[in-house]
């Protein structure tokens, strides 16, 4: 599984700790201290799931929560906010600025990564589900196959990284800075002409030429996995 989450929390301790048992558990983790940080980050990039802690320096959890909802790009995002003892009293209104979960501080990791994993099952089946499949294409999570209308396809570990990140969210559009950001990690320097290389190399894999082509190039913009791939 390789959800991104991001955490916006300014208790460094307490980062520190979500992060490392949520990289245990298989997610990419991007952490931020502070609210107005995390706007822009939201903005650059695409989330599986937010931690949004209720108090933080910059824009408050509160109003960067109201503030996810309202933009179209991110009005779906699964938030669960993180608040300390006494401020349970806020619960409602939390959950009425559109948090989907609400998880009081201190925690019990256990706990915690459990309504995490949960909210993302419910939220985003194809980024918890452990093969992915579109039309006659068929991608394994757990035993890192992937197959075309029945036939293993051969790929290299970034060209299935990217294929797992194109298929997790059909039609969505990726930079090739998000590509890179997603698959070679957001610490490297790396030439963003690379993901070109890899896409051709992805495609010629999973196209000996006769078959539709599942990933769309956007002009001026970046990839996506064809949405329509597989209906018809
Ligand atoms: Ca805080």
């Known amino acids: 599984?390789?959800?991104?989450?991001?955490?916006?929390?300014?208790?460094?301790?307490?980062?520190?700790?979500?992060?490392?048992?949520?990289?245990?558990?298989?997610?990419?983790?991007e952490a931020v201290e502070r609210g107005d940080e995390a706007e822009l980050r939201l903005a650059e990039e695409t989330y599986d799931l937010v931690l949004l802690d209720?108090?933080?320096?910059?824009?408050?959890?509160?109003?960067?929560?109201?503030?996810?909802?309202?933009?179209r790009?991110?009005?779906?995002?699964?938030?669960?906010?993180?608040?300390?003892?006494?401020?349970?009293a806020e619960r409602v209104r939390g959950l009425a600025t559109g948090a989907d979960d609400y998880?009081?501080?201190?925690?019990s990791?256990?706990?915690?990564?459990?309504?995490?994993?949960?909210?993302?099952?419910?939220?985003?089946?194809e980024v918890a589900a452990s093969v992915l499949i579109a039309g006659d294409?068929?991608?394994?999570?757990?035993s890192h196959r992937v197959r075309r209308a029945g036939r293993d396809v051969h790929l290299g570990p970034l060209e299935f990284r990217l294929l797992e990140f194109l298929m997790q969210a059909p039609g969505r559009v990726h930079t090739r800075e998000q590509l890179l950001n997603a698959v070679w990690g957001r610490d490297v320097y790396i030439d963003e002409r690379t993901v070109d290389v890899h896409v051709g190399r992805l495609r010629k894999a999973l196209n000996p030429g006769?078959?539709?082509?599942?990933?769309?190039?956007?002009?001026?913009a970046g990839y996506a996995f064809s949405e329509t791939f597989g209906t018809g």
Request: with cysteine; proline share 6%; hydrophobic share 45%.
């Open 210 to 220: 006769r078959l539709s082509d599942p990933i769309r190039t956007v002009r001026g």
């Open 54 to 71: 209720w108090m933080l320096p910059g824009t408050s959890g509160i109003e960067l929560c109201r503030r996810i909802r309202a933009r």
């Open 109 to 125: 990791v256990p706990e915690f990564v459990a309504r995490v994993k949960a909210l993302l099952r419910r939220s985003r089946p």
């Open 137 to 142: 294409l068929e991608l394994d999570r757990d």
């Open 1 to 29: 599984m390789s959800a991104r989450l991001l955490i916006v929390e300014d208790e460094e301790a307490l980062i520190l700790l979500i992060r490392y048992n949520l990289e245990a558990e298989g997610y990419q983790v």
């Open 103 to 107: 998880i009081v501080k201190p925690f």
């Open 73 to 88: 790009e991110t009005a779906s995002l699964p938030v669960i906010m993180l608040t300390a003892r006494g401020e349970e």
